[in-house]
């Protein structure tokens, strides 16, 4: 089975920018959640998507948004990037029983000039 | 609200040494725990998963981690390290009824040959 596949790997771009940035879950897997890793505030909670729907967020502005197509893709926007948005975005799959744990993709770096 | 807390930033150790890497959880309610790995510019790995029942966890690699209810902790350990094993380390907790990981800060496994 493929894993979880982020795309681009890396990103850069400058203040006020937007981004959207890809995941492709594992095969079968309905649920797909979305983290921030920065060095100072570690790993956070984005939200996550369960059948299309968003079923769980985080504490994060509204620039952060994400939405999932029916093959289970999901795809999560930043608009008008500031600096701090600098981080390692990760997304993880599961099939959405809770009692599964998560698999995680390699994330996708973004840089902010 | 749920919080985790690992207790060592750094964790320096020879070669063939044991290791014992701490984790203590806050949670009003039952929840789910994992230890996770990331090695340099990649994505988080799962070790293992405490759900219910022994609480002594077996995962991959030779880790294993306890879950001690009165004393809220999940500790990992790994009874002889290999150079391989220096990665970033984090334990999580979820609620069972959410795909939302907690994490904490993480520590950092450096061995030494």
């Known amino acids: 089975k493929a894993g979880v596949t982020q795309t681009p790997r890396y990103l850069i771009k400058t203040r006020g920018q937007q981004v959207t940035l890809s995941c492709s879950p594992i095969?079968?897997?309905?649920?797909v959640s979305w983290y921030q890793q920065t060095p100072g505030q570690g790993l956070q909670f984005l939200f996550e998507?369960?059948?299309?729907?968003?079923?769980n967020k985080g504490n994060f502005p509204g620039r952060f948004s994400g939405r999932q197509f029916s093959n289970s893709r999901s795809e999560m926007n930043v608009s008008t990037l500031e600096l701090g948005d600098s981080a390692l975005y990760l997304c993880?799959?599961?099939?959405?029983?809770?009692?599964?744990?998560?698999?995680f993709g390699d994330g996708t770096r973004l840089s902010i000039l | 609200a749920q919080s985790v807390t690992q207790l060592d930033s750094q964790v320096p150790v020879f070669e063939e040494a044991p290791v014992e890497l701490r984790c203590n959880y806050s949670?009003?309610?039952?929840?789910?725990l994992f230890w996770y790995v990331q090695y340099p510019n990649q994505g988080l790995q799962l070790l293992l998963k405490?759900?219910?029942?022994?609480?002594l966890v077996k995962g991959i690699n030779g880790f294993e981690a306890e879950f001690n209810k009165s004393q809220t902790s999940f500790h990992l350990r790994k009874p002889s390290v290999h150079i391989s094993d220096t990665a970033e380390y984090f334990c999580?907790?979820?609620?069972?009824?959410?795909?939302?990981?907690?994490f904490g800060t993480g520590t950092r496994l450096q061995v030494f040959p």
């Open positions: 993880a799959s599961s099939p959405g029983q809770g009692s599964q744990p998560q698999h």
């Open positions: 095969s079968g897997h309905r649920s």
């Open positions: 998507y369960f059948s299309e729907t968003q079923r």
């Open positions: 949670s009003s309610v039952s929840v789910y």
């Open positions: 405490y759900l219910s029942g022994s609480t």
């Open positions: 999580a907790v979820s609620d069972p009824d959410a795909d939302k990981l907690i």
